[in-house]
């Protein structure tokens, strides 16, 4: 298949003049805006600078980004020889440390779950393990045979098993209710099925 040829120009190398259209020069500046903050935060992250950048837009409004903070870098330039008291530092820390106490509390409360299933998992394997080398299963053990901890697991079996035999009771009684109230038209009349 022969090619059609290009719909676009490509890039191209953009002549260096002011956009003569205002509206133009605003979404240029919007868009490049955001390029110029990347690689001022790239190039403070790389080589470790303070960095502080100030533009005015072309309506006049002005937009600044610093690296680490803006306070930061114009203390450290307003009073080169005066010791920094940076709050930034401090801040950050203290972020850092509710943010790890955070993550170790949620790491506690998931090695908890962990070690809750692990148990449970101990148990079910132990149980089976009984009700296979006697050949019997779990409600088949004599009571009086077993310790509190499986006579707990037999109690809570059963108590469970009598609640799902009440919840199918009842779908059935209402299935059945609904069923033979289906069968009669309003006026008495029994319906005939052919």
């Not at 001022?40 to 002005?62: A, D, N, R």
């Not at 903070?69 to 709050?87: A, C, M, Q, T």
Request: aromatic letters at 8%.
């Amino acid at each position: 298949m022969a090619s059609i040829g290009k719909k676009t120009r490509g890039r191209k190398k953009t002549q260096m003049k002011m956009i003569e259209n205002k509206e133009d020069r605003l979404v240029t500046f919007s868009k490049r805006q955001q390029g110029i903050y990347k690689k001022i935060s790239e190039l403070s992250i790389l080589c470790g600078t303070e960095i502080l950048f100030i533009v005015f837009s072309p309506t006049g409004k002005p937009f600044s980004f610093g690296c680490p903070s803006i306070e930061s870098v114009s203390n450290h330039f307003l009073s080169r020889n005066k010791p920094i008291n940076d709050n930034t530092n401090i801040l950050i820390e203290d972020y850092h440390m509710v943010r790890t106490k955070k993550l170790v509390q949620h790491y506690n409360e998931v090695r908890s779950q962990m070690d809750t299933i692990k148990r449970k998992k101990k148990v079910i394997v132990s149980t089976q393990q009984t009700s296979g080398t006697n050949n019997t299963h779990w409600w088949k053990t004599p009571i009086h045979q077993c310790n509190l901890r499986e006579l707990d697991e037999l109690y809570s079996r059963c108590s469970e098993l009598a609640h799902l035999c009440h919840i199918a009771w009842c779908k059935k009684i209402a299935n059945a209710s609904s069923m033979s109230a289906s069968t009669y038209f309003g006026n008495g009349h029994h319906r005939q099925e052919f």
